[in-house]
């Protein structure tokens, strides 16, 4: 299934997208809760009820603005130096990890799949990553490697958009990683069964200029041992979205780096997932408003 968050007439439902299409969830089928969260804490009960219903289509996909999936998820993160061929692209400056190197990113940096990204006030080194996302589905807690496939709920295409001169301030990147409308993702969550998360082709165009182009075979850490690694330190929750690495031909790592600028369309490519596509702009200040 390719499930959905999305807004029509200024409402916002989730939907089951078919070809071209989306079906309304909640207008079809009135025990479903409106949030996705929700939905994926309760698949057991309700996905029956979906793949019961004999949904048809409701809009076409033309019609809706389709929504980050989770709007705030419980936790963001994303693992560092997770694709064979990035770290041969350094030239030596860089070693495979023998342990797997963890951010967070704030709920803050979540956008749609084709919301405008914002070129910070504070530095102009803005710079894309492709990534495969997966979504936890079930509260867990030290999970065998061999079980993790049990408790992700499906996968999306992202952009972990990173601000390099502030990546780099301390050994500690979270900082480049954690600016508002810096964690487009979507356009919609695909289900384990649609697709073979550890052989799908990746790529990153800038202005329809190919940039990044791998497969997720490269993979250094698979997603298991990222579940595995990562619920032994904390509890993963239905929603937790962890963004898996990003493959060679960053903007920051070319010969002379290209950074992004206004004006830029950035398009994330998955296959058997989708793509997002977001648009570079100025952010504009706002001033603190006591209340």
């Known amino acids: 299934m390719k499930l959905a968050r999305f807004s029509v007439g200024g409402e916002c439902a989730l939907g ?3 070809g071209d299409s989306v079906s309304d969830l909640n207008a079809r089928i009135e025990s479903l809760p409106s949030k996705m969260i929700d939905l994926i804490e309760g698949w057991d009960e309700y996905r029956p009820l979906i793949e019961a219903a004999g949904l048809q289509p409701d809009y076409l996909l033309s019609e809706v603005t389709l ?15 997770n694709y064979a061929d990035h770290v041969a692209e350094a030239d030596g400056k860089m070693a495979i990890p023998s342990k797997q190197l963890w ?12 919301a405008d990204v914002e070129l910070p006030i504070a530095s102009e080194l803005l710079d894309y990553e492709a ?24 996968y999306c295409a992202g952009n972990d958009v990173s601000v390099r001169d502030w990546q780099f301030h301390t050994n500690q990147v979270m900082m480049g990683k954690c600016f508002d409308t810096h964690a487009p993702y979507g356009p919609y969550i695909v289900t384990p069964d649609e697709i073979d998360p550890e052989n799908l082709a990746i790529r990153a165009l800038v202005n329809g200029e190919v940039r990044q182009e791998s497969n997720t075979s490269q ?14 330190a904390m509890t993963l929750e239905p929603g937790d979205i962890i963004f ?37 702009v100025n952010e504009i200040a706002n001033e603190i408003v006591e209340q």
């Open 67 to 81: 929504l980050a999936p989770i709007e705030r998820p419980g936790k963001i993160l994303g693992i560092g130096l």
């Open 16 to 18: 089951l997208v078919i």
């Open 103 to 114: 951010f967070a990113k704030p709920a803050t940096a979540i956008t749609g799949p084709y």
């Open 219 to 232: 993979l250094i850490f698979s997603c298991a041992d990222q579940v595995a690694y990562l619920s032994q």
């Open 244 to 280: 898996t690495g990003t493959p060679n031909g960053v903007g920051a790592l070319m010969t002379p780096p290209c950074y992004l600028k206004p004006g830029d369309i950035v398009r994330i490519e998955i296959d058997g997932i989708g793509y997002i596509e977001n648009t570079i």
């Open 131 to 154: 990534e495969m996302v997966f979504v936890i589905g079930k509260r867990c807690r030290h999970v065998p490697t061999d079980k993790a496939n049990e408790v992700i709920f499906g």
